[in-house]
């Protein structure tokens, strides 16, 4: 009788231990947004997630105002990880992260990837630079302004 007390209470605690974790519930994750690595932060992404227009590029020091191939050129992250990024009249879609300080953006068509350091970012200024690829490697910078 002393062994089936044991092994009854033996059953007993091991179902108390294993339902609850057959009775737990599937949870859903939300999407956040795309701020790995480096950890942009919330108001940042806020900030940067938005319709952005070139004003100005800055190659060797030299500020100089957009001409007419980069008129329309422009970035908007956006919240869920996509991009639209038009560069020298060229317009993409693609997906973007944030990591170490740097935009990296990888646009579908024409298939091109992108890796802008952020500088700079305020409410109404987005300061991105980008080097070019070697041979060259000089730097630019692409100072933008909210699209309105």
């Known amino acids: 009788m002393k062994k089936f007390i044991k092994q009854a209470a033996f059953l007993t605690v091991c179902c108390l231990f294993t339902l609850p974790v057959f009775a737990q519930t599937k949870t859903t994750a939300t999407k956040k947004a795309p701020s790995t690595g480096g950890g942009l932060s919330d108001e940042k992404t806020k900030m940067l997630c938005k319709a952005w227009k070139l004003d100005t590029v800055s190659a060797y020091g ?36 944030y990591a170490r300080g740097y935009i990296n953006a990888a646009i579908k068509d024409p298939a091109k990837t992108y890796s802008f350091k952020l500088v700079s970012i305020t409410d109404n200024r987005l300061v991105l630079e980008y080097q070019v690829p070697a041979p060259d490697l000089s730097r630019i910078q692409y100072t933008y302004s909210p699209k309105k």
Request: hydrophobic fraction near 35%; proline fraction near 3%; avoid cysteine.
């Open 62 to 97: 030299v500020d100089s105002k957009v001409n007419a191939k980069e008129a329309s050129d422009g970035i908007t992250p956006m919240a869920d990880g996509t991009v639209s990024l038009t560069r020298e009249g060229v317009a993409g879609t693609g997906t973007w992260t």
